[in-house]
């Protein structure tokens, strides 16, 4: 069973502190997407991630792909109430045009005012 | 205008009965899901359709089955309802194709309560 460590697993911070999230796993994954979820929602897709070493920025916050595509990180720059929710990070195999998607346990984040 | 819903959004039921979640999806995708997301949070694919067409089914017991009417409808019916059922579940759809995975969408879930 290829699993997805996240961590940590909680995380509270004061407005305008500097947070990383991190996605292991012993397996290889051939995309990584990152997710966002807020209470009584559904996730939404914040990126997918698909080179090993790719980086890529949406705002203040920072993804990268690990280069042998095990690992990733979300960075988030000065965090903001907004910003407070559920991270998931979520890995496909091979040929994923099945859709399938491993799921990490996602991280809680909470951005206090 | 909602791209994915179900319906209902809270279901309260006693143990042995029998449900059925609905999801329909306006997006034009070919590719519907079904997720349980337990207490933790952690959330596990259950079954996949690509146009009408099972294509994952994971270990799941049998008193689940998806049906998917159309492209645009997978409904989840629950039989004997047990207590480790409760949890929220997540209809999802995506365009299927191409080698890399694609974005999905998500429903507002449904949370069982199995009493």
């Known amino acids: 069973t290829q699993l997805l460590e996240q961590s940590p697993q909680f995380l509270s911070i004061q407005e305008g502190e500097n947070l990383t999230v991190y996605c292991n796993s012993s397996?290889?994954?051939?995309?990584l997407q990152w997710y966002r979820q807020e209470p009584g929602e559904g996730p939404v897709l914040l990126v997918t991630?698909?080179?090993?070493?790719e980086v890529k920025k949406l705002k203040r916050l920072t993804f990268q792909f690990g280069d042998a595509r095990k690992d990733s990180s979300l960075h988030i720059t000065a965090a903001q109430p907004g910003d407070t929710g559920l991270y998931l990070c979520a890995g496909a195999h091979g040929s994923s045009n099945t859709g399938k998607l491993i799921f990490g346990q996602g991280t809680t984040l909470q951005v206090k005012p | 205008d909602t791209a994915v819903s179900q319906t209902p959004k809270y279901l309260v039921t006693q143990m042995g009965n029998d449900k059925s979640i609905k999801c329909e999806q306006n997006?034009?995708?070919?590719?519907m899901y079904w997720y349980k997301q337990d207490s933790k949070k952690f959330l596990k694919i259950m079954f996949s359709y690509n146009n009408k067409e099972l294509i994952i089914n994971e270990t799941v017991p049998n008193r689940f089955s998806p049906k998917s009417p159309d492209k645009a409808h997978l409904n989840l019916h629950i039989n004997s309802l047990e207590l480790g059922d409760s949890a929220v579940y997540f209809c999802?759809?995506?365009?299927?194709?191409?080698?890399?995975?694609?974005?999905?969408?998500f429903g507002p879930g449904t949370r069982l309560t199995v009493l």
């Open positions: 991630v698909v080179t090993g070493g």
């Open positions: 997006l034009g995708h070919d590719t």
């Open positions: 999802a759809s995506s365009q299927a194709g191409g080698f890399l995975i694609n974005e999905q969408f």
């Open positions: 397996s290889v994954f051939s995309s």
